[in-house]
Every structure is written in C-alpha cells, then in structure tokens.
C-alpha cells in the first residue's frame, strides 16, 4: 500500500527498558545493606521518525538503558533510597540526550529485612519480609528545556496481605430484590492494600544528586545535553530536600505504612471505605507535600461453611468458624 493511501499517523510514542533487576551491596565496614529492585525507564522525545520513517538515528538502544541503570545504581550515592534513585536516573536521562524530553522511571523495592540473631539484627543476613512492594514512579518533564526539569513523583505499596478476624462489620447497606447478603456485625477482613500518594512536583537537575558524572575520572566519556543553566540554586536545592517531600520518601514511607496496619487494626470497621477513608486522611493530614492519597482494599473473603448438616453451628460469629477458601471482590 502506497503511503499516500495510509490514513493513520503516530499520535504518541514512548518506549525504553522493562525488568531491570537491580540488586545493589552498600558495604559500610562489617555493616552492610542491601536493596534490590525491578526497575522500568522509559522515555518521550523527538523519536517519531524512527516510526514513520525507520529512522534508528534517534532511537537510544534499550540496552544502553539497561546499561545507565546499572551505571547509576553503581555510582549513584543515592541508590538505597527509592524515589532519589528514580529521580536521579530520570534526570541522567533527559540531560544525557537533546532529543529527549521525558522520562517515566518506575522501582520496585523488595523487602528485604535484617536478620535477628540474639535479638540483635544481623550486619550482612537478610530475610524477605513479606510480598508487599513499595513503589516508585517518577516523570523527568524537560519540555520547557533542560535548565527547567521538573519531577512529579508517585510512591506507595502493593500487595500488603492484611486479616483482622474481629472488629468489622457490615450492615444497613441497600437492598432490594437482587440483594442476598446478610448484615454481619462481626466479621473477618482480609484485603490486599495498593497504595499510592503523590508529592509536590519539585525541580530537579543533576547538580542535585552529588554524583560523579560520566566523563569525570573513573567514568566513561559522555556529552551532557544539559550544561550550566541547568544547575539549582542553593535555595532550590534546600526547598526539595525539606523533610516530607519526595528527597524525604524514606520518611513518608515509614509512616504511610505504618498508619494503614494501624487503622487497619484498630479500627472498629464499619466498612471498607470507611476505614480507607480514615487511613488517607491521616496521611495527608500528616504530610503537607503531598497531593493527593488513594487506596485500593479489594475484599478477600472467607465464607464460613455451613456445618448444620453435622448439627454443629458454625454461622454464627460468636461461634468459632471454620471458614472456606477465600476469593477476592
């Protein structure tokens, strides 16, 4: 078919490296940390013609993707906090290459957690705690120039598996003739919690990060797209760094954590968006550089089995269940 008689045209282009595991040592003498994570980069630009035209002249090979992420996780001094390491490769990136205007950085941290011998935690043996996640995603915006980068950051948890076998109920809810549910006033809940808050956009530029730049002894020769105008100021500079904001996701981490299993357990449920709703709003009232906190607690039941057939009561509350397999709403 001629190209005259093609009626589509790219309307968005956006490509880069899924799956870069990352599993990085930090020796500090007998003491050691550890950090490993699954990270995404990709990136906007002027990339159209590799598209429409089969240009490969402004297509950044995926693995040199690959290749930056591994340098910076490297090099960077920031590598065992999460959100400065996205920041930081985002950043690499829409510096790097004229023709890039954006990056979308995203890191999976992995729970691995010190070891404890007499209880004393270990300096270099670690065990993963648990399949929760904590997230990252972070978006390098250089399109009103290189001097000018800005980085809007995502943070959160995936897949914390959380039960409370009491102090839950369900009751008073709409019905009408396709309703079958019973009011419970004291039921199990269990969920899988995905949680997410959003920062302050912050500026950023790679005299932030306090890193040696390829082309400086020790590492590779490199021309940087971004030159001195895109250096912050030292007010700047102290503005990102302020405690709560993404520079500080260590902090908020902890603590969103922390106040979603304290909620979830403390709280006398009268559903589940009434506990969500109670947890975010701790949250935001918490931290005033965020912008915005969101939940997602699908229900995983457990349906108790019905035992009249053996004259043993088991639908009742009060009794003590033997509860079926669970599924998730």
């Known amino acids: 078919m001629s190209t005259e008689a093609q009626a589509g045209h790219l309307a968005h282009a956006r490509y880069g490296k899924d799956k870069v595991r990352v599993l990085r040592v930090v020796r500090e003498g007998k003491w050691q940390h550890v950090v490993e994570y699954n990270v995404c980069a990709l990136m906007e630009g002027d990339i159209e013609t590799s598209y429409t035209k089969a240009d490969n002249s402004v297509v950044v090979a995926t693995d040199s993707v690959k ?34 205007h954006k990056a979308f950085v995203t890191v999976e ?14 300096p270099h043996s670690f065990v993963r705690d648990g399949e929760d996640k904590r997230v990252v995603s972070v978006e390098i915006d250089g399109t009103q120039g290189k001097g ?25 809810f709409v019905r009408d003739e396709f309703t079958t549910l019973v009011d419970v006033n004291d039921r199990i809940f269990s969920t899988s919690i995905d949680l997410k808050y959003v920062f302050d956009p912050i500026p950023v530029s790679l005299s932030l990060f306090d890193a040696p730049l390829p ?29 709560g904001t993404a520079w500080d996701g260590d902090t908020v981490a902890d603590d969103a954590r922390k106040v979603t299993l304290d909620v979830f357990a403390t709280d006398d449920s009268a ?9 975010a709003q701790q949250i935001l009232t918490s931290h005033k550089h965020l912008q915005s906190v969101s939940y997602s607690l699908p229900n995983k039941h457990y349906v108790p089995v019905d035992m ?16 079926g397999p669970g599924r998730t709403t």
């Open 67 to 100: 290749n930056i992420t591994y340098y910076l996780a490297k090099t960077s001094p920031h590598i065992l906090h999460p959100e400065r390491f996205a920041l930081h490769l985002g950043t690499f990136l829409v510096s790097k290459y004229a023709h890039i």
């Open 109 to 122: 941290k992995l729970r691995w957690q010190r070891i404890q011998v007499d209880e004393k935690p270990h």
């Open 148 to 172: 000018k980068l800005t980085a809007k950051v995502t943070s959160g948890i995936t897949d914390l598996l959380v039960l409370k076998s009491s102090g839950s109920a369900f009751e008073s």
């Open 215 to 243: 082309g400086t002894p020790g590492g590779p020769n490199a021309v940087f797209a971004a030159g001195k105008d895109a250096q912050l100021s030292e007010e700047s500079i102290k503005t990102v760094k302020t405690q």
């Open 271 to 279: 559903s589940v968006q009434a506990t969500l709703y109670k947890m």
């Open 308 to 323: 009249r057939y053996a004259g043993v009561e088991n639908l009742n509350p009060q009794v003590q269940h033997v509860d």
